[in-house]
């Protein structure tokens, strides 16, 4: 099979394609054969060795893939050869063949196809996280979305509303507003002052101005570190909560503890790698809820652009770049656009 193999770690155009062996299923474990694949940041961050995680060189990197089974270890009853399904694996995923452990395989309906899928899985896992395990947003609450046009902020966007929630989004130019308008944002800001005093005059005023009562969100969705985080406590109301789902701006912030003892607030986290080993029924549950929306046309996977698998690394290198707005997918059927 052909795969992307990383030596050593470089920059994402640095890598190549190697021809590898097939991947063989072993216990708890299927074989895909790949018809599409989703790209992210972090597999941007991997491939440089710059994730928080580096796995030990060679490896295939790559984490989402949809396609069909080719093959189940002895022990597998859930899925059988030719079952449709879309995976998110550790690594892996940038190749022909994947082999992936169980608990990371979920059934793709056959309305949704291999590349919505591949393009969905990573970030609307990710926004279930965030949404719904997290901040328990539920119908009438007040969500507010930073970097609203991103990856995880247009999933998480598109989960609240469905959850009946009022979003605002958060974005940082008027074409990424359009996007934050098509996934169903109620309301969308681009910051005139992305400074962090002008970030939390916007919060104040014209995130709290949206409602009569001035208070401010009950969910701040954050994606992006600061100064947005910081600024993002101005906009919570009483007994608000902050999810931390990202540091997409390169800058880990802090939280001041008497900000939140003095107006009642919580900041959580929204991790998605830990929770298929401490909360798989919940993933797996969620992971069948939001692709069942997605065959139902209720929800987006917002895919703009496909590449073949010979430009996977130059779609890499786009993200860093911040050149892609919504979703990137290598589709390994026929040419890319």
């Known amino acids: 099979?052909?795969?992307?193999?990383?030596?050593?770690?470089?920059?994402?155009?640095?890598?190549?394609?190697?021809?590898?062996?097939?991947?063989v299923a072993g216990a708890g474990e299927v074989v895909i054969e790949v018809e599409a694949i989703g790209l992210n940041y972090p597999d941007a961050l991997m491939v440089q060795g710059k994730y928080q995680k580096r796995p030990e060189t060679p490896f295939v990197p790559g984490r989402d893939c949809a396609g069909r089974?080719?093959?189940?270890?002895?022990?597998?009853?859930?899925?059988?050869?030719?079952?449709t399904v879309v995976a998110q694996v550790f690594k892996g995923a940038f190749a022909e063949r994947v082999v992936a452990?169980?608990?990371?395989?979920?059934?793709?309906?056959?309305?949704?196809?291999?590349?919505?899928?591949?393009?969905?899985?990573?970030?609307?896992?990710?926004?279930?996280?965030a949404t719904v395990m997290r901040a328990g947003v539920?119908?009438?609450?007040?969500?507010?979305?930073?970097?609203?046009?991103?990856?995880?902020?247009?999933?998480?966007?598109?989960?609240?509303?469905?959850?009946?929630?009022?979003v605002v989004a958060i974005v940082s130019n008027q074409q990424k507003a359009e996007l934050a308008r098509q996934n169903g944002a109620d309301h969308v800001i681009v910051p005139g002052d992305s400074s962090e005093?002008?970030?939390?005059?916007?919060?104040?005023?014209?995130?709290?101005?949206?409602?009569?009562?001035?208070?401010g969100a009950d969910v701040v969705i954050e994606t992006v570190g600061d100064p947005m985080f910081t600024a993002g406590l101005r906009g919570l109301r009483f007994g608000g909560r902050m999810v931390v789902v990202g540091f997409a701006a390169g800058v880990i912030p802090a939280a001041k503890?008497?900000?939140?003892?003095?107006?009642?607030?919580?900041?959580?986290?929204?991790?998605?790698?830990i929770q298929f080993e401490?909360?798989?029924?919940?993933?797996?549950?969620?992971?069948?809820?939001?692709?069942?929306l997605l065959a139902e046309g209720r929800v987006r996977a917002n895919v703009s652009r496909?590449?073949?698998?010979?430009?996977?690394?130059?779609?890499?290198?786009?993200?860093?770049?911040?050149?892609?707005?919504?979703?990137?997918?290598?589709?390994?059927?026929?040419?890319?656009?």
């Not at 395989?105 to 896992?125: K, L, Q, W």
């Not at 005093?197 to 208070?215: N, S, T």
């Not at 401490?278 to 069942?292: F, M, V």
């Open 1 to 23: 099979m052909r795969a992307f193999l990383i030596e050593s770690y470089g920059p994402p155009c640095g890598h190549e394609i190697h021809d590898l062996p097939d991947p």
């Open 138 to 166: 539920a119908a009438g609450d007040r969500v507010v979305v930073t970097g609203a046009s991103g990856g995880v902020g247009s999933a998480a966007t598109q989960l609240a509303k469905v959850r009946g929630a009022d």
């Open 278 to 292: 401490k909360a798989r029924s919940q993933i797996r549950e969620g992971a069948q809820w939001w692709l069942q």
């Open 257 to 273: 503890t008497n900000y939140l003892l003095y107006n009642n607030l919580g900041v959580v986290g929204a991790p998605l790698d």
């Open 197 to 215: 005093d002008g970030l939390k005059r916007m919060f104040k005023e014209d995130v709290c101005g949206l409602w009569p009562d001035g208070e």
């Open 306 to 337: 496909t590449l073949p698998l010979e430009s996977l690394m130059q779609g890499l290198q786009d993200l860093l770049d911040r050149k892609s707005i919504a979703k990137t997918v290598v589709t390994l059927d026929g040419p890319g656009d």
């Open 69 to 83: 089974v080719l093959a189940v270890g002895g022990d597998v009853r859930e899925f059988k050869a030719g079952d």
């Open 101 to 129: 452990p169980l608990e990371r395989v979920f059934h793709r309906p056959e309305e949704v196809s291999a590349a919505d899928a591949a393009g969905a899985i990573t970030v609307f896992n990710t926004a279930y996280v």
